[in-house]
Nanobody
């Protein structure tokens, strides 16, 4: 069992930055991949970025060069978001995947980019 808690969302101006955090607890040693997804109202949840146990990363084309995913201590994952655009406005969800136990999701944190 894995529990995920996101934090760091808020209101930011276009061009600004935010750093999201995802704290994992429970059976954290079973996690193979962690990542961030986002969902805007009326739209499908989409992949933002992933990081695996070897710290290899993958990014959606829409955020590549602007967002950075990282981790520390094997329990917290971060999403540094720079040069934010209005189209980045969404609820951001932390995710964890285990080949043994499947998918886990956090409750989400709202990111609003607006002038």
């Amino acid at each position: 069992q894995v529990q995920l808690v996101e934090s760091g969302g808020g209101l930011v101006q276009p061009g600004g930055s935010l750093r999201l955090s995802c704290a994992a607890s429970g059976s954290i040693f079973s996690i193979d991949i962690m990542g961030w997804y986002r969902q805007a109202p009326g739209k499908e949840r989409s992949l933002v970025a992933t990081i695996n146990s070897g710290s290899s990363t993958n990014y959606a084309d829409s955020v590549k060069g602007r967002f950075t995913i990282s981790r520390d201590n094997g329990k917290t994952v971060y999403l540094q978001m720079n040069s934010l655009k209005s189209e980045d406005t969404a609820v951001y969800y932390c995710s964890a995947f285990s080949y043994r136990f499947g998918n886990y999701w956090g409750q989400g944190t709202q990111v609003t980019v607006s002038s």
